[in-house]
């Protein structure tokens, strides 16, 4: 069998996207989250008196909780197979990488395990996060003084 006739057999039998559909699932899915982060944001500041600012703070600290808890309990992945990019926001992938990592490691111990895998999905994030912030940064003291 050469490669072009592994190739047609590998298209074949893969299945076939609906893009549509996961694009509509993840529009649907996305502004739910959105809509409900909004009310959690105006929960807080109209019955507690939380500012603005702050309140949005305690949206993503909840949010990075409740997306670790559930990839813990095992089923965040689930959801984001079947939801795609409607629940995979930034925050909560960020913490979907980090709390996984944990996880695959966590037999090895709480050092050589947790403590030299938790950043292992989500390093290089950081790493380039850190870089481009301070060579913007310098380019923004440069640009404005």
Not at 84 to 91: D, N, S, V
Not at 109 to 122: E, H, P, Q, R
């Amino acid at each position: 069998m050469n490669k072009e006739e592994y190739q047609k057999l590998v298209d074949e039998f893969t299945p076939k996207e609906k893009k549509l559909k996961n694009a509509i699932v993840a529009f649907v899915v996305g502004g739910l989250v959105g809509f409900l982060g909004q009310v959690f944001v105006t929960i807080l500041q109209n019955s507690f008196g939380v500012e603005v600012t702050e309140s949005y703070v305690w949206l993503c600290i909840t949010i990075i909780f409740i997306a670790s808890l559930f990839t813990a309990l095992g089923f965040f992945d689930n959801w984001v197979s079947k939801c795609k990019a409607g629940l995979f926001l930034p925050t909560t992938g960020f913490a979907h990488s980090v709390t996984s990592s944990a996880l695959d490691y966590r037999r090895d111990g709480l050092i050589t395990g947790l403590g030299s895998n938790f950043f292992k999905l989500a390093g290089s994030v950081l790493l380039y996060g850190m870089i481009s912030g301070f060579f913007f940064a310098v380019l923004g003291v440069i640009i404005y003084g």
